[in-house]
């Protein structure tokens, strides 16, 4: 048996907290290479559409937290 502790919450928020890391880096980069292209191009179309997903996957990150708070934050301990 081992005498680190564990912390479900502690896993949870670091995940979200890289998940929203990483969805950021992508929207910023993603944002960034729209300017190389026309609006109407093909390319140009799949970075808004990329772009949106992105924002779309944000969102979910961001209402999955706020409705499961109790996986979040750390729980009574019962002694």
């Known amino acids: 048996m081992t005498d680190k502790p564990f912390s479900k919450a502690f896993v949870m928020?670091?995940?979200?907290?890289h998940m929203r890391r990483s969805?950021?880096?992508?929207?910023?980069?993603s944002f960034e290479r729209?300017?190389?292209f026309d609006d109407n191009s093909y390319e140009g179309k799949q970075c808004l559409e990329t772009l949106s997903v992105l924002h779309t996957v944000r969102k979910m990150l961001d209402d999955f937290q706020a409705n499961n708070q109790k996986l979040f934050t750390e729980e009574d301990k019962l002694n």
């Open 34 to 36: 729209f300017k190389d």
């Open 13 to 17: 928020r670091t995940t979200f907290r």
């Open 23 to 29: 969805v950021d880096i992508s929207i910023r980069k």
